[in-house]
Nanobody
Framework: QVQLVESGGGSVQAGGSLRLSCAAS????????MGWFRQAPGKEREGVAR????????YYADSVKGRFTISQDKAKNMVYLQMNSLKAEDTAMYYC?????????????????WGQGTQVTVSS
């Protein structure tokens, strides 16, 4: 069965960095779309970044472009989200998600599988 397990969340001051990890299993990782989403209290879940595992093609939401980097380790079926220059508004639960084909735009409803999430809290 498909499993997505996130790790790496925590508390950091504004301007700091965190790296989130997502361990994927139970599907053909080599040809899948892996995404990171986030949801702050009282807000809708929003797309942050995605990577197509086959080509390495990436996409970022405007709000994180230039600060966040999505990457992967195909040998380990791992996806990462490096988050730099963090802001208070980046505070949210971050989710890893997977789906067979990369949707456009990056909408939560287009992803089939989800992890449990990891909390990121940025204090100003």
């Amino acid at each position: 069965q498909v499993q997505l397990v996130e790790s790496g969340g925590g508390s950091v001051q504004a301007g700091g960095s965190l790296r989130l990890s997502c361990a994927a299993s139970g599907f053909t990782y080599s040809s899948y779309c892996m995404g990171w989403f986030r949801q702050a209290p009282g807000k809708e879940r929003e797309g942050v970044a995605r990577i197509y595992t086959s080509s390495g093609n990436t996409y970022y939401a405007d709000s994180v472009k230039g600060r966040f980097t999505i990457s992967q380790d195909k040998a380990k079926n791992m996806v990462y989200l490096q988050m730099n220059s963090l802001k208070a508004e980046d505070t949210a639960m971050y989710y890893c998600a997977a789906t067979p084909f990369c949707p456009s735009p990056l909408r939560p409803g287009s992803f089939r599988y989800w992890g449990q999430g990891t909390q990121v809290t940025v204090s100003s």
